[in-house]
């Protein structure tokens, strides 16, 4: 049996067991549940079976779980998968001692800035509207940041000037380039202090003193990847959006690969439906809203001064219960916000449902975008430069994760994980309840039915018969 008439089978039972113990279902599955295909996403299916058991507030309950307990074991999870990766590429018959042209007085490596900011980050100036949603720990100075994407900002902004992070990379910023070096580059050193430690020492010390993200991170970042609510105020080019588009749609690819292995050089390149369909999206999203059809095409948007107040929201309390109820009622307005410009009032609903089905979705795809930026793009560059040479460098973002396809996928695993966790505990204990109320309803049934019989032998009136039964359901 194919998968679409899995699903299918799967839908229909729901939807007869619901029919039997609350009457008929209320929604389609051809406009409500975008998983029913041969495609094997298993959090889009596990999604759409919430939808049809609960609904719109048990996904949300899904979302704010999963962003507020599992990010930190995320988190661990993919520095683990770093170090391991970052691991490989130097035994690739490379010393561990650090080279000498790395430590502290050697000539070091010189990284051309765009080479390792793929999405454009560095452009945006941490203090501005969007740079508050993109960067974290804004302070003043930038170089006193524990984010090290805002504190590489504050480096470039003061040419010349060597800053050091954690005690383990020097890095220079050089405006302009001399006897042969590009404009706009970072000279990377070991810091003093590593001059005689291994390379390994290195990369699993600086991986140690990242902070990769937090939930307002993640959400800012998923938001702006459906509707460019940032993306379309800080004037990202079409060019850059396309790029954009392009990486989601080589994750998209990954995510439904549903073998093992990973997936080939095809995955890569685009055909001509997926290129104007990235031009489309990146026309979108240069408006700042996506495109929502229900029945008819709706302009949908979510604006930047919600994310704005989420954000104050969150860095306002340390609380765990706090922040999930500001996460909560957030997501909330915003899927509101989302259904504003929808006409009838009876497709408000599923705009709001396709708003959280959207931020599931796309999960995967803000955390491997915020995985792209130059915090961590920075030691993989440097342990390539190592071990294949000064002139090597990743073409792109897509040139990056076509040369660690087995990093970008135990990522998508380690994560599509703890989604899959969150969500088939919130599906199994529905059914559970479905079967039960199921299982009640019939042994109810099979007792009115026994009860009509015995009245019926004893020369009790039809009528009266009847009676009895309305008022017993």
Request: hydrophobic content about 40%; overall charge positive.
């Amino acid at each position: 049996m194919a998968i679409i008439d899995k699903k299918k089978k799967i839908f229909g039972k729901i939807a007869a067991a619901k029919t039997l113990t609350e009457g008929l279902p209320k929604l389609k599955n051809s406009s409500s549940f975008p998983s029913i295909n041969n495609k094997g996403n298993s959090i889009t299916f596990l999604t759409d079976l919430i939808k049809s058991l609960v609904g719109f507030q048990a996904l949300v309950s899904s979302v704010v779980d999963t962003l507020i307990h599992s990010l930190p074991k995320v988190e661990r999870d993919i520095k683990q998968n770093l170090k391991i990766e970052l691991k490989n590429i130097v035994s690739c018959g490379v010393n561990p001692q650090l080279p000498t042209w790395i430590k502290s007085s050697g000539s070091g490596i010189i990284i051309e800035v765009s080479k390792i900011d793929f999405i454009d980050i560095l452009r945006t100036d941490p203090n501005s509207i969007g740079g508050n949603l993109i960067y974290n720990d804004i302070t003043s100075p930038l170089t006193n940041s524990s984010d090290f994407n805002t504190f590489l900002y504050g480096v470039i902004q003061d040419d010349g000037v060597t800053y050091t992070w954690e005690t383990i990379l020097d890095i220079t910023f050089n405006a302009l380039g001399v006897a042969g070096v590009p404009n706009n580059t970072l000279t990377i050193k070991a810091n003093q202090s590593y001059d005689n430690k291994t390379l390994t020492d290195v990369n699993n010390d600086y991986i140690n003193s990242l902070s990769l993200f937090n939930t307002e991170n993640i959400v800012n970042k998923i938001v702006d990847l459906i509707y460019g609510s940032i993306s379309s105020t800080i004037g990202k080019s079409i060019k850059q959006l396309k790029k954009e588009s392009e990486i989601n749609n080589v994750i998209d690819k990954m995510v439904n690969n549903t073998n093992i292995n990973p997936i080939n050089d095809s995955a890569f390149s685009f055909t001509k439906e997926e290129i104007y369909s990235h031009e489309l999206d990146a026309m979108n999203r240069k408006k700042g809203s996506a495109i929502i059809e229900v029945g008819k095409t709706v302009t949908s948007s979510v604006p930047i001064e919600d994310l704005t107040t989420f954000n104050q929201n969150m860095l306002s309390t340390s609380s765990i219960i706090e922040k999930k109820d500001f996460l909560t009622t957030n997501l909330n307005n915003m899927a509101t916000k989302s259904a504003s410009n929808v006409l009838s009032q009876m497709d408000v609903p599923t705009v709001k449902v396709n708003f959280i089905q959207q931020i599931i979705n796309n999960l995967i795809k803000g955390i491997i975008s915020i995985i792209l930026t130059p915090k961590i793009i920075l030691s993989f560059i440097i342990n390539h430069k190592i071990v294949y040479g000064p002139d090597a460098t990743f073409t792109d973002a897509i040139d990056f994760i076509k040369k660690n396809k087995n990093l970008t996928n135990s990522i998508m695993r380690t994560i599509s994980e703890e989604i899959i966790r969150i969500l088939m505990g919130v599906a199994l204990k529905e059914i559970a309840s479905l079967v039960a109320a199921k299982a009640i309803k019939k042994q109810k049934e099979k007792a009115i039915n026994k009860q009509a019989q015995l009245q019926s032998l004893g020369g009790v009136p039809s009528s009266q018969i009847k009676d009895s039964l309305n008022n017993t359901i």
